[in-house]
Nanobody, 120 residues
Framework: QVQLMESGRGLVQAGGSLRLSCAASGSIFSINTMGWYRQARGEQRELVAVITSTGSTNYADSVKGRFTISRDNAKNTVYLQMNSLRPEDTAVYYC??????????????WGQGTQVTVSS
């Protein structure tokens, strides 16, 4: 079993910055893609950013140039640096990880979510 533990929740003013971390633990030999998603109240969960094991990244258009995803493979940890935060970034942020369980098969694990609130 794999557990994902997020940290870094907070309340910041518009224009401020916040850094989220997510550490994976458990029966892990390797992790493929790791990512951050968010869900605002009354909205569907949406992709924020993902990063592959080799460091390739992809971002939602709404966060490009403001957010940076990175990872430390030795620590099985993914980070999300969020700058120039806007009120519309307010949401519960979830990390996830695709973990190989056998050749050709991945399990996707999710963190419990961490609240980010941006005040105007």
């Amino acid at each position: 079993q794999v557990q994902l533990m997020e940290s870094g929740r907070g309340l910041v003013q518009a224009g401020g910055s916040l850094r989220l971390s997510c550490a994976a633990s458990g029966s892990i030999f390797s992790i493929n893609t790791m990512g951050w998603y968010r869900q605002a109240r009354g909205e569907q969960r949406e992709l924020v950013a993902v990063i592959t094991s080799t460091g390739s990244t992809n971002y939602a258009d709404s966060v490009k140039g403001r957010f940076t995803i990175s990872r430390d493979n030795a620590k099985n940890t993914v980070y999300l640096q969020m700058n120039s935060l806007r009120p519309e970034d307010t949401a519960v942020y979830y990390c996830n990880a695709d973990v190989p369980v056998r050749p050709g098969m991945l399990n996707t694990y999710w963190g419990q979510g961490t609240q980010v609130t941006v005040s105007s």
